[in-house]
């Protein structure tokens, strides 16, 4: 194969695009968990379990999870989360990456917008390259929105932030699609994509259905794979 490619081009067949989750991968545990056992609302274990056994959406469960906050917890729950929350190795590199070699950039999660936000506010990624979950706390309890719901041709229907309808806006014959993610709101993502990076259950989730994977610990390694055409080394 030809390659004049330039050294502001890599070497991917079609023109990457990221998709990056946010809880448990930009961050290096989930957010969304530290919370519920920080706080540990009666009743959050066993949404919990009904998710991860499937017996329960994951948009519903979500908001079952969030509802057992009253909203006058908003602040206290949201600093919890700013000072405990660790931003992942790299990431800001990763994105720099991005900037040099124009390849767009998405967060796509499952998590909410009132401590999503505030967290990646220090590194200018632009408000409609970020797809999460919205809030309302105007009510008694927390009320989760969802701005960004399932289009028809979501295998799940009820995802939340639905991380498959945003990938099929960037059509495989036109685009390289990369999902960088860790857990249960990757999967279905997963079985789309071109090129999964993987960590925790996504990777054994990848290895199970036998889908094109290559496991990180940091951004670092990511751009590495990148810079190869996200051919594994
Ligand atoms: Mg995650
Ligand atoms: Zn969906």
């Known amino acids: 194969m030809s390659?004049?490619?330039?050294?502001?081009?890599?070497?991917?067949?079609?023109?990457?695009?990221?998709?990056?989750?946010?809880?448990?991968?930009?961050?290096?545990?989930?957010?969304?968990?530290?919370?519920?056992?920080?706080?540990?609302?009666?009743?959050?274990?066993?949404?919990?379990?009904?998710?991860?056994?499937?017996?329960?959406?994951?948009?519903?469960?979500?908001?079952?999870?969030?509802?057992l906050f009253p909203s006058s917890m908003k602040q206290e729950v949201t600093d919890y989360i700013l000072t405990t929350a660790g931003i992942r190795a790299g990431f800001p590199e990763l994105l720099q990456w991005c900037k040099d070699h124009d390849v767009p950039f998405y967060v796509t999660s499952g998590g909410i917008d009132f401590f999503i936000e505030p967290l990646l506010a220090p590194f200018g990624i632009p408000a409609d390259h970020i797809y999460c979950n919205g809030?309302?706390?105007?009510?008694?309890?927390?009320?989760i929105t969802w701005p960004h719901e399932c289009d028809d041709e979501c295998a799940n229907g009820a995802c939340g932030m639905c991380k498959t309808t945003v990938i099929r806006r960037f059509p495989r014959d036109e685009y390289f699609r990369i999902l960088i993610g860790d857990s249960i709101t990757d999967f279905e993502g997963a079985k789309l994509v071109d090129l999964v990076f993987s960590r925790s259950h996504l990777t054994d989730r990848c290895i199970e259905l036998g889908l094109p994977h290559i496991p990180f610990d940091t951004f670092h390694d990511i751009i590495r794979h990148l810079e190869q055409g996200g051919i594994s080394s």
Do not use: Y
């Open 3 to 67: 390659n004049d490619n330039t050294n502001s081009k890599v070497a991917f067949p079609r023109p990457p695009v990221l998709f990056c989750d946010f809880d448990g991968t930009i961050t290096l545990s989930d957010n969304i968990v530290a919370v519920m056992k920080h706080f540990n609302p009666p009743g959050w274990e066993t949404i919990v379990s009904d998710i991860v056994g499937g017996r329960k959406s994951l948009q519903v469960g979500v908001g079952e999870m969030f509802a």
């Open 135 to 143: 809030s309302d706390f105007s009510g008694d309890g927390i009320r």
